[in-house]
């Protein structure tokens, strides 16, 4: 896996980096079904390495295969990556041990998630479609928001070249 | 790709397995692991898969803009149609509890249409997106409507 993002940091290829970032996913969904969770790595497996890969693809199909140098040196950004990095890697050595059954999210309201009282045997659906019912509306709302805004950014630069079109 | 024989023989097997495996994702979701997101974009995935192999032409014959720009709002109406459901029979919005005499059956009914109305949004704006990125390509662009 940080074979990978390596290679992705290397390549400069972009068709190479979009097969790379495919890989990628693929990997992290093994990790999260190695985490148990199932349903995640089903999303990162079907977004990330598939849907995502293919629309990254048609991107590329519209602008040139290879990266443009940049004109400004690193430096900076690579700073604040390397350091906002540094921060989290010591946040997570305050985090309780992983399954850990004491940790304080395991004592608030996930014990009433698994009681289970919408009888539903899939408890991250339950959570997902009736405990958090607001959470998945809005989700949804943000999916529909992203598709509109892509509707209205495309569709309007077309009628824009047209108009181009008719004037000349 | 669209006079590739493997390509085409190997999608005609797969696609309908890949659509059959975006209903069980999303009708099987309550027992094992899936739900709305991940079937809706099976179901687009499945589609893409299509249209690559065969054309973005015949892809909307089977699936078109309208049809994808409809889903895109309809799944959202349809969840915020449970919430409203809700209220109506005396719950709080998106109280599943009152949408049947059985408060459990009540729950389930709420998640399956929810569930759906996900599934339906994501596969729309996917396909949507896919259409519009493809058709940029084109000189033509979308076709009128």
Not at chain 1, 152 to 167: E, M
Not at chain 2, 55 to 77: F, H, I, K, Q
Not at chain 2, 102 to 121: K, S
Request: net charge negative; with cysteine.
């Amino acid at each position: 896996m940080s074979l990978s993002v390596l290679m992705l940091v290397r390549v400069r290829n972009l068709f190479a980096v979009i097969v790379l970032f495919g890989i990628y996913s693929f990997l992290m969904a093994t990790v999260l079904v190695a985490l148990d969770a199932v349903d995640v790595a089903m999303t990162e497996a079907a977004v990330g390495a598939g849907v995502s890969t293919v629309l990254l693809l048609g991107a590329l199909h519209l602008c040139k295969g290879e990266e443009a140098k940049s004109i400004h040196r690193p430096w900076l950004p690579l700073a604040v990556a390397v350091s906002t990095g540094v921060v989290l890697i010591y946040g997570t050595m305050g985090l309780p041990d992983f399954g850990d059954p004491q940790a304080p999210i395991h004592q608030h309201v996930v014990t009433r998630y698994l009681q289970n009282e919408v009888e539903v045997p899939n408890v991250v659906t339950a959570v997902l479609a009736s405990f958090r019912g607001y959470d998945t509306l809005g989700e949804t709302t943000v999916v529909f928001t992203a598709g509109a805004g892509i509707i209205a950014l495309l569709r309007r630069r077309k009628k824009a070249a047209d108009a181009g079109k008719d004037d000349r | 790709m669209k006079n590739d024989l493997v390509l085409r023989v190997v999608g005609k097997l797969l696609i309908p397995f890949i659509l059959l495996f975006a209903l069980y994702v999303q009708f099987h979701g309550d027992y094992g692991p899936g739900g709305g997101f991940q079937a809706g974009v099976i179901l687009a995935a499945g589609m893409v898969f299509y249209a690559l192999i065969f054309g973005v032409d015949n892809a909307r014959r089977v699936m078109s803009d309208w049809l994808a720009e409809t889903m895109l709002a309809a799944g959202v109406l349809i969840y915020a149609g449970v919430g409203l459901a809700g209220l109506l029979l005396g719950g709080n919005f998106l109280d599943y509890f009152v949408l049947d005499h059985d408060p459990v059956h009540g729950q389930h009914r709420g998640i399956f249409w929810v569930e759906l109305g996900v599934a339906i949004t994501v596969s729309g704006v996917m396909m949507k997106i896919f259409y519009m990125f493809a058709s940029r390509g084109d000189a033509n662009g979308e076709p009128e409507q």
